[in-house]
Each structure stands twice: as structure tokens, then as C-alpha cells.
């Protein structure tokens, strides 16, 4: 499957950003999706994760109530959108697909995009 991220940019911290994942390839909607991030000279965190139909998410907590991470399987598109950023959430973020539920580990995910930068300035 093919995952290509779009949206990253430059904000100011309190903004908002809409990050979105188009997938190919194969039927998205079996698929459960996650959302993770790695800023310079950090490993790469889980961010969220969302169920094949969009009935259940996670999310990790320096996120909980700022993100929501959404999907339109109609489109095959997964979706992050980031409220009240802050200069930490400065990253490298990048979407993955999964068979099977949710998850929080990385490893357990089977293709990754290529990533889309986000910078929130102070």
C-alpha cells in the first residue's frame, strides 16, 4: 500500500493544522491507521490510532483533547487534526497502516508514508 501524508506547515503555537493520509493500493478500509511523530534527536512516538471503521481511537496523552484523529474510508484518507499546538509538537509526522486493530507500537505496523513536516513557533 502506498501512504502519502500532505498538510504539515508552519503555525504558530495555538494554531490548528489538518494533516491528511491518502492511501492506495489496497482496501483501506480493512485496515486500522496510526499517526506517529519523531522530532530531531528523539525516536519515533505513537501520536493516535484509529479502528478500520472509525469507531474506536487512541491517543497518546500530551495530545488527549488538542488531536483528533478521523478517517473517510469512501476516500481512503485518514486524517490528524492538531488544535492548540504547542513548539513541542514540532515533528516529522507520519501516517501507517496495520492489519488488526489499534495500536500503539510502531513495529506492529505494516507500511508507513513518507512523512510531512510540522513546525509550531513559539
Known amino acids: 500500500v502506498r501512504l502519502v501524508e500532505s498538510g504539515g506547515g508552519l503555525v504558530q503555537a495555538g494554531g490548528s493544522l489538518r494533516l491528511s493520509c491518502a492511501a492506495s493500493?489496497?482496501?483501506?478500509?480493512?485496515?486500522?491507521m496510526g499517526w506517529f511523530r519523531q522530532a530531531p534527536g528523539k525516536e519515533r512516538e505513537f501520536v493516535a490510532t484509529?479502528?478500520?471503521?472509525?469507531?474506536?481511537?487512541y491517543y497518546t496523552d500530551s495530545v488527549k483533547g488538542r488531536f483528533t484523529i478521523s478517517r473517510d474510508n469512501a476516500k481512503n484518507t485518514v486524517y490528524l487534526q492538531m488544535n492548540s499546538l504547542r513548539p513541542e509538537d514540532t515533528a516529522v509526522y507520519y501516517c501507517?497502516?496495520?492489519?488488526?486493530?489499534?495500536?500503539?507500537?510502531?513495529?506492529?505496523?505494516?507500511?508507513w508514508g513518507q512523512g510531512t513536516q510540522v513546525t509550531v513557533s513559539s
Open positions: 501507517a497502516e496495520r492489519t488488526g486493530g489499534i495500536s500503539w507500537s510502531a513495529p506492529s505496523y505494516d507500511d
Open positions: 493500493g489496497r482496501t483501506f478500509a480493512d485496515y486500522a
Open positions: 484509529i479502528n478500520w471503521s472509525g469507531g474506536s481511537s
